[in-house]
């Protein structure tokens, strides 16, 4: 019997090891798998690249993460917000790398990663200063340059509704970068807020077929980032 | 020199989109657009986080911190709305489906380029968001913005000194003093706020106007 579920968080992040790529799902807090990030704190492991849209808010979740020393490298495309500090704090100090990417090249070198495309051509960042360094070509008169496809080792994902498969369906908006980041990395780690039978999600309604997730964890009563934040919380 | 407010300026922009415009809004005065449909015109809003048929805030009752927009604030999602993941979101954008982008400046060129995610300082952060992909692949973009910055300096310019988002990319421009179009031969006044001369308007602004 195929069986992806498991106990706790923390054997759901006990293999990642030191030096790892990470993809996180979440635009802001929403579809931040925030238990499972705090279950990565917990294991200490450092010199991490993580991919996430922005760098985490206050000092819980991923901001948590990169304010433990455990991230070595940012890939995102807005490390700034109103409750933003952790990041630009360590960024300006020189004590963390910083990979700018606009918000749709990530989603599409995300998405070509998991489908098997090295690189592609995009009109995003042509004649900007983030196109400087890098191969431009012409394709009917018009310029684009070349971006490569992004893989992870592993991708911590939020989802609403997981079966034993790990067939997801999400919440609103905070499906965003989560299915991408789903068929990216080797080894997909969801934390679900149901977890539900075989059989009761409808076939016409999955947004992750179960073919992209290795491990679910149920989180029945998630943290929500901005409460947190708001009543001045720290992970640990 | 005060000219429009921040929502008339929204209200004269609104006029200009076309009834059946798909729309995405830019963070700021950008997202008061939304608040001036012209009557028997329907707009349908896009927001790059993954929704398509975005509403206005909630009522308190109604908060949802897994519906959002791309500010990351709180919002609705009207009849025939649809949630889909960033891929499919930027696909809207970047595959030319979007009709119309409205986005704030910190400077705008005579020739329609774009600065507006970073002073290029070494203290600035960069932080680009979604601004180069609108950019890239909306077919009409709007920029709302002051005339000048806070301590006067112009923000419509002959060159940008600021590093670009897009070249070339701004149709029309909304400040608070005039409704600028960019045209091959430069900055045409398509329209001046109440009590604004031209030699106000181009005493105010670093780029040659046409009146």
Redesign the interface.
């Known amino acids: 019997m195929i069986d992806k579920r498991v106990k706790s968080v923390a054997d759901a992040v006990a293999d990642i090891k030191g030096g790892a790529t990470i993809m996180i799902g979440g635009?802001?807090?929403?579809?931040s798998p925030t238990e499972l990030i705090h279950a990565l704190i917990d294991t200490g492991v450092k010199d991490l690249t993580v991919i996430n849209?922005n760098t985490g808010n206050g000092e819980v979740g991923l901001a948590a993460l990169i304010g433990a020393g455990q991230v070595k490298k940012m890939i995102c495309?807005?490390?700034?917000?109103s409750h933003s500090k952790v990041?630009?704090e360590l960024?300006?100090k020189g004590e963390i790398e910083?990979e700018?990417?606009?918000?749709?090249?990530?989603?599409?070198r995300?998405?070509a990663g998991g489908t098997g495309i090295p690189a592609f051509y995009?009109?995003?960042?042509?004649?900007?200063?983030?196109a400087e360094g890098k191969e431009i070509r012409s394709f009917d008169g018009q310029e684009f340059v070349l971006e490569y496809g992004l893989k992870a080792d592993f991708a911590l994902i939020k989802c609403e509704s997981s079966d034993r498969l790990g067939n997801l369906i999400?919440?609103?908006?905070?499906?965003?970068?989560?299915?991408?980041m789903c068929t990216a990395a080797d080894v997909t780690i969801v934390q679900t807020h149901k977890l539900v039978e075989l059989g009761s999600l409808d076939s016409e309604a999955i947004?992750t077929p179960n073919i992209f997730v290795d491990r679910i964890v149920e989180v029945s009563d998630p943290v929500?980032e901005?409460h947190l934040i708001a009543a001045g919380e720290c992970y640990p | 020199m005060t000219g429009w407010t921040r929502e008339q300026m929204a209200e004269l922009a609104a006029h200009d989109i076309p009834d059946g415009s798909y729309v995405n809004l830019g963070i700021g005065i950008p997202e008061l657009v939304a608040k001036f449909v012209p009557e028997g015109r329907e707009f349908i809003y896009h927001t790059e986080n993954g929704l398509l048929g975005m509403g206005p805030a909630p009522d308190p009752s109604e908060e949802d911190h897994e519906l959002i927009n791309a500010g990351k604030k709180m919002v609705t999602v009207v009849p025939g709305g649809s949630f889909f993941d960033h891929a499919t979101s930027f696909t809207m954008i970047r595959g030319g489906h979007i009709d119309v982008c409205v986005l704030g400046a910190m400077q705008v060129s005579e020739q329609g380029d774009l600065a507006n995610w970073s002073t290029g300082a070494a203290t600035a952060i960069p932080a680009v968001g979604g601004a180069m992909d609108l950019a890239a692949g909306v077919k009409t973009i709007f920029v709302i913005t002051q005339h000048t910055t806070k301590t006067g300096d112009a923000k419509i310019v002959k060159n940008c000194t600021y590093p670009l988002t897009g070249p070339k990319i701004v149709s029309r421009i909304f400040t608070n003093l005039a409704v600028l179009d960019v045209t091959k031969d430069g900055l045409r006044v398509l329209k001046m706020a109440p009590g604004i001369s031209f030699e106000d308007l181009q005493a105010q602004t670093e780029a040659d106007l046409i009146q």
Do not use: C, D, M, W
């Open positions: 635009f802001g807090e929403a579809g849209n495309s807005y490390p700034r917000s990041f630009p960024y300006l910083l700018i990417v606009p918000q749709g090249t990530l989603a599409e995300i998405r995009t009109a995003t960042t042509v004649g900007t200063p983030l999400y919440n609103k908006t905070a499906r965003n970068f989560n299915p991408v947004v929500i901005s």
